[in-house]
């Protein structure tokens, strides 16, 4: 399995600015994934991120909103713009392991507060 | 587009008892793969199981087994000999390309 960092682990923020989070894999890995888990939820894919290329966003997802990098294979950022209330939830990252069996590995997630 | 609906969102259960976590999914597609994810109160998604759609023996890990029924499109997971440290939430998950998740069941186990 791939072991994943995220920083922050929780932020407080206020309505209006923008959070960076960063995602670290110990090992390089094709799929990164980004999700969002509103409270007491489950788990929405915001977008792919993809090495070298653009995110690919899922519907209700915008690159202006949730901008994201992914400079190389074990690193990518998910930026929360222009943040609002209604952004608080944890956010988390995700690889899919080398294995045959598609499995998806998850980060310990960011906790974002927004006031 | 895939759906899993997991119809329990709350369970409990004593200490060393068994219990059963229910979830269906439905799909056209013929091949897939199925999880069980864990995540307890400090948000790690853990995996507990997976289980291949083309293989018919019901995967077992432990004290976590699964009871696949494709032609129902049931993936129900049981916990044998509960503990403390099962209480979480389990969210039951379909894959083809993407990863679909179901709402999730809040599991409590009694001392």
């Known amino acids: 399995s791939a072991v994943i960092s995220q920083k922050p682990s929780r932020d407080i923020c206020q309505r209006g600015t923008s959070l960076t989070i960063q995602c670290q894999v110990d090992s390089q890995v094709t799929m990164m994934f980004w999700y969002r888990q509103q409270p007491g939820q489950s788990l929405t894919l915001i977008a792919t991120?993809?090495?070298?290329?653009?995110?690919?966003?899922e519907s209700g997802f915008v690159i202006d909103k949730f901008p994201i990098s992914r400079p190389n294979l074990t690193f990518s950022t998910l930026t929360v713009s222009n943040m609002s209330p209604e952004d608080s939830s944890i956010y988390l990252c995700?690889?899919?392991?080398?294995?045959?069996?598609?499995?998806?590995?998850f980060g310990p997630g960011t906790r974002l507060t927004v006031l | 587009a895939q759906t899993v609906t997991q119809s329990q969102p709350e369970m409990s259960v004593q200490e060393a008892e068994t219990v059963t976590l229910s979830c269906t999914y439905d799909?056209?597609?013929?091949?897939?793969?199925l999880f069980w994810y864990k995540q307890p109160p400090s948000r790690q998604m853990i995996l507990v199981i997976r289980q291949e759609a083309y293989k018919q023996q019901n995967a077992t890990e432990n004290r976590f087994s699964v009871n696949f029924q494709k032609a129902a499109k049931s993936f129900s997971l049981k916990i044998s000999d509960s503990q403390l440290g099962d209480t979480a939430m389990y969210f039951c998950a379909f894959m083809k390309g993407e990863l679909t998740f179901g709402q999730g069941t809040i599991l409590t186990v009694h001392p």
């Open positions: 995700s690889v899919v392991g080398t294995n045959s069996y598609n499995e998806q590995f």
């Open positions: 799909t056209s597609e013929n091949n897939y793969y």
């Open positions: 991120a993809n090495q070298g290329s653009e995110a690919t966003y």
